[in-house]
């Protein structure tokens, strides 16, 4: 049996890869990340909602909104929203609008699209979010995207896996993340080899400082981050200037 690709095969697109890994996740992709964050996940996604500071009536953009976690948070919080989720795994996709039927309390668009070209003029949305999918995507084109269809005084906030500065607890976080997490992965997600490659995609991520200040350098001002589970969740904020 021929091995499945990874990322460091040779002539291995990453944007394909991503897109692959996730479309073969989708159907049970809810169901892993409530079994492996022990249901953490949702309170971390209402911490990050906390920080967007949108106004009530406002419009959202979710960034690699996947099946539309974040998009649906946003609209509990804040039922008069109006918000679009933007992913490129078309199979996440369908599991979002399947669930929008019964889990939407306001105004949801999903659309298929790339986070570093997005389809929107400048100074189109009042706030915009992502969830644990900065570390598969150019973090540098990304930024400037979202900058560039922020309105002025808007925030971007965004939730995603850090590296604990405490070498004791970042330990044993570690033991569970990069051990623990592909064997419950494999049988509750259905792939041992995505949920191998989510942990790893950490490995070369930027520390929760060093993504802070990617944050001011892509213009982004009074940049700062939410550290939660001792430093191992962070999440990320800024401004448009």
Known sequence: MTPAPTLDSPGTDKGAFVREMFASI??????????????????????????LDVPPDGRVIDLCCGTGDVSFHLLRTHPALSVTGIDFCAPMLDRARERAEKEARGCVTFLEGDVTSLPFGDDAFDGATMGFSMRNVDIGATLREVGRVLKPGARFVNLDMSKAPNKVWKGFFDLYFYRVVPLVGGMVGGSRAAYTYLPNSLTHHPSAVELRDRFTNAGFKDAGFLPLMGGSIAVHYGTKA
Do not use: C, F, K
Request: aromatic fraction near 8%; charge should be positive.
């Open 26 to 51: 989708a159907p049970r992709y809810d169901a892993a990340n409530r079994v492996i964050s022990a249901g953490l996940d949702e309170g971390w996604r209402r911490r990050a909602i906390e920080l």
